[in-house]
């Protein structure tokens, strides 16, 4: 019985390692994806460029910053996939965002 709920665990655990590395988001990857999709606008430390801010008369945080970085993660999904402001949705799968997000949390300052 003992070596039964052993193998269990160990099943448990092998299973549950992908489901916390997708939910974690990959940080390598969604920089990657942020140099494709996001950097256009917000540079590629999401400083933001100033060009973009003056031509959508806006100010745009950088993406490292008190303010955003305050968000959840959740919020931030939100601002991303389905807009913020001047900025228009971007199309992105859960995980996409999951890796994005993780590698906008690498910009905290
Ligand atoms: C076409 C230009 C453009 C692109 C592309 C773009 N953004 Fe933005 N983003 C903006 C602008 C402009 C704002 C500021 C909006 C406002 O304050 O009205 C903004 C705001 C944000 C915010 C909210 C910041 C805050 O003030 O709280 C987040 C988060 C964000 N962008 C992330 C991303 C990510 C991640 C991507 C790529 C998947 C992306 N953006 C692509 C222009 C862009």
Redesign the pocket.
Known sequence: MKSWIKVGLVLAVVLALPLVAISGGDAEKGKA??GT??????AAG?E?KPA??KM?K????A?G?K??QA?KDA??KK??TEG?????A?K?TDE??AN??A??RTLKK
């Open positions: 994806l942020f999709k996001c950097a256009t606008c917000h999401g933001g973009i801010a959508m806006v100010e745009m945080k993406l910053s303010e955003v968000k919020e931030l601002d991303i913020n402001g001047k900025m228009k971007v992105l996409e965002a994005v997000i590698f906008l």
